[in-house]
């Protein structure tokens, strides 16, 4: 019995290595999107709306033009949902109209009325400059840049200054001269407020954990820029009494703000506001970073006890897809329930994990409604990036100006997305490189209209330092791509039509190294699948195409896939194997043969020896 044991136990562990660990949370947690399409699925059923059925019932489009009517429209639309958005964009513009046609239009003091429509209507695709009959009712301009000319934006809070900037930069929208407000009013606005912890409040002395993650993803744009905001806060006083004046980037804003987020986080991955645990806190820390770049999963500042934000976003989740506030009944909210599921709480967690699946997928962030990178642009930025993530401390002052100007040929609109510019800026003061503060020109198109490029001298270098065409290997495919790109949009220059052409034959020969990798793929594939099956016969096959495998460069080898390689590698050895036993096999049978005839010739000289010698002697 007890040598049964150990044998068991000694099994199980030499079997365990065979099979990956997977821990219950990973088998349990649903994906990002499970969560999302269970909120819908739940909203649906909310409003009446059958398995399958458009959100926007009669029920639904009731609500258009407040809150649990505006959010969720924006949620699906940057997500991705399919849905009937015509209907939502039909209501909420007649809605508009009525609203308008009262002195106070849509609020009397509430700014942010404007900016959640309009950040609805640009997520449903429609155009918030533009509402009304005639197109006349401009969202952006009365509820942002002039709304000072009504009422300050601030008027309500904090948070009137902060979703107007995220309104106004929703488009990349231009503030005319002669507006109310500048777009650095909305900024300094909401440094002002900063308080000393690194954190932001509604009202009180206390940080918020909600209106700080909301003072994030409204400064997240300028994250990168150099330019220094000199202003006097209004909730911070000297031993005097007198409110302290700040000189400060909104990087620095940012970091502070983060490091308290981080050190107010639960246990869980869960955040706390106003006294109460809660799922919205979490969805709007989740927003923030997402804002900066920052996968919310996977940053250690915000994973606590092994728990992510995501793990704190789960436990407020229900079994029918919907989400509770919190599980702690609050007699200030009472239609949050804690065992019932809650339309803010599922609209927050919604948009929240689309602004969680962009960052992960390296699109537009949540607010960023402008047109969707092309494949160039995000190889720009991806390129940008690697640059600066290759600089260390061997890199040379040559490396640092590479990077810098891979940085700055991103349009300045698009910078905010290269999300190690810390790095490259280190190294830029390591070597003494300039950066510029930052001030990008607003087109006032919403960033429909592409700016007109240019080819810069940087551009010229790499270009000139491209190998030969003959040496080309799909390496050098995101520079040749790029400086296509950019040629094909920039100004007329001199040397313009050499560097074309230079260019368009480095980029034909890298397509047609691209076209082999996939076409021997393909043929490894059709030939080879399964590689178990692979005989002697297959051995003329097996060799051709190791021998277009190996007139690749190794580069251009390792941009196979590893089975199709490992697979190809192995067919060769396979049925080189194979034919070595065959010749050796028949060398053998040769010598054996041979061997043979050796034996059976000795064998019959020796018996006819022997005979000769038992004949009598002949008479003569």
Not at 421 to 438: H, R, W
Request: proline share 3%; glycine share 8%; aromatic share 10%.
């Amino acid at each position: 019995m007890k040598k049964t044991v150990v044998c068991i136990f000694l099994l199980i562990s030499l079997t365990a290595g065979l099979f990956p660990a997977v821990s219950v949370s990973a088998t349990e947690n649903p994906s990002v999107e499970e969560v999302m399409e269970g909120i819908l699925a739940w909203k649906r059923s909310d409003v009446g709306a059958g398995e399958g059925e458009s959100l926007f019932t009669d029920r639904f489009l009731a609500l258009a033009g407040t809150t649990p009517g505006d959010w969720y429209p924006l949620g699906m639309g940057r997500y991705g949902t399919e849905e009937n958005y015509s209907a939502y964009l039909a209501v909420i513009g007649e809605k508009v109209i009525e609203r308008y046609r009262t002195p106070q239009k849509l609020d009397k003091v509430k700014a942010t009325e404007w900016h959640r429509i309009a950040l609805a209507v640009r997520a449903a695709g429609g155009d918030p400059r533009h509402m009304g009959e005639n197109g006349e009712i401009d969202l952006i301009a009365d509820g942002t840049y002039n709304r000072g000319l009504t009422v300050s934006p601030g008027r309500q809070g904090i948070n009137g200054w902060i979703f107007g900037l995220i309104a106004l930069d929703s488009g990349r929208y231009e503030v005319p001269e002669g507006a109310a407000n500048t777009r650095e009013d909305f900024i300094a606005e909401i440094l002002r407020t900063q308080r000393e912890d690194g954190g932001f409040a509604l009202s009180g002395k206390t940080s918020d954990v909600d209106i700080t993650a909301m003072a994030v993803q409204a400064l997240a744009p300028y994250y990168n820029s150099e330019r220094v905001f000199r202003y006097t806060s209004s909730v911070r006083k000297d031993g005097d009494g007198a409110y302290l004046s700040f000189e400060k980037k909104v990087r620095e804003v940012i970091d502070e703000s983060l490091a308290w987020l981080s050190s107010v986080q639960c246990a869980d991955g869960d955040f706390e506001s106003w006294g109460t645990r809660n799922a919205e806190s979490t969805a709007q820390v989740i927003v923030a970073l997402s804002a900066l770049g920052i996968d919310a999963l996977h940053d250690s500042r915000f994973i606590k006890g092994g728990n992510t934000l995501l793990d704190g976003i789960l436990k407020y989740r229900l079994p029918n897809g919907g989400f509770v506030h919190s599980y702690t009944y609050d007699p200030d909210n009472p239609t949050s329930l804690p065992d019932k599921a809650n339309t803010m709480a599922g609209e927050q967690v919604l948009y929240s994990l689309a602004a969680l699946f962009r960052c992960r997928k390296g699109m537009r962030t949540l607010y960023d409604m402008r047109e969707e990178f092309s494949a160039l642009e995000r190889l720009k930025l991806d390129a940008a990036i690697a640059k600066i993530n290759l600089l260390n401390e061997d890199s040379a002052k040559a490396d640092a100006e590479d990077a810098v100007a891979s940085y700055l040929d991103i349009p300045a609109l698009d910078r905010c997305y290269v999300n190690n510019y810390v790095k490259l800026l280190a190294y830029s003061e390591k070597f003494g490189i300039d950066l510029p503060e930052e001030e990008p020109v607003y087109n006032g198109s919403g960033g429909e209209d592409r700016p007109l490029l240019y080819f810069s001298e940087s551009n010229k270098k790499t270009a000139d330092a491209l190998p030969s065409v003959d040496a080309l290997t799909t390496e050098y495919y995101a520079t040749v791509t790029t400086l296509r790109y950019l040629l094909a949009n920039c100004e007329d220059f001199e040397e313009k039509d050499a560097y074309v052409e230079r260019i368009d034959r480095a980029y034909a020969r890298i397509t047609e190294i691209r076209g082999e990798i996939e076409a021997l793929q393909a043929d490894i594939k059709e030939q080879l699948y399964p590689f178990e099956r692979i005989s002697l016969s297959d051995r003329g096959a097996v060799h051709a195409l190791y021998d277009r495998y190996m007139a690749l460069s190794e580069y251009d080898r390792g941009q196979l896939t590893a089975s199709d390689a490992e697979g190809l590698i192995k067919c060769k050895t396979q049925v080189d194997t194979l034919y070595l036993a065959l010749l050796i096999g028949g060398i053998s049978l040769v010598i054996a043969a041979g061997v043979t005839a050796v034996v059976i010739l000795r064998i019959r000289k020796r018996r006819k020896a022997r005979a000769e010698k038992k004949m009598p002697e002949s008479e003569e």
